[in-house]
């Protein structure tokens, strides 16, 4: 059973960083595309960035490229997203998931973390 675990989210002043962390169980981790998704209040759920399974490709949204970074461990069978110049409207609770298909793909999601950027 296919089970993530977000961690890392908190509270920081706008042009802060922050690494979020998605540990993974219950499938072979390294042999998934994986990816980040984030949900803003009152807005729908948006991709944010992914990463093949042995890490040599990555995407991201267009708001976030050149400030976020996607990274994983499969040893460890984590992924990460260091988040660096945080702005307002990167306010979300952030989720990870198997894949990079759109948000209305997937019907289970874990948890999140919530991160909130505000001075």
């Known amino acids: 059973q296919v089970h993530v675990v977000e961690s890392g989210g908190g509270l920081v002043q706008p042009g802060g960083s922050l690494r979020l962390s998605c540990a993974a169980s219950?499938?072979?981790?390294?042999?998934?595309?994986m990816s980040w998704y984030r949900q803003a209040p009152g807005k729908e759920r948006e991709l944010v960035a992914s990463i093949t399974k042995d890490a040599d490709g990555t995407t991201y949204t267009d708001s976030v490229k050149g400030r976020f970074t996607i990274s994983r461990d499969n040893a460890k069978n984590t992924m990460y997203l260091q988040m660096n110049s945080l702005k307002p409207e990167d306010t979300a609770v952030y989720h990870c998931?198997?894949?990079?298909?759109?948000?209305?793909?997937?019907?289970?999601w874990g948890q999140g973390t919530q991160v909130t950027v505000s001075s």
């Open positions: 998931n198997i894949g990079s298909y759109s948000p209305d793909r997937y019907d289970d």
């Open positions: 219950g499938f072979t981790f390294s042999g998934y595309t």
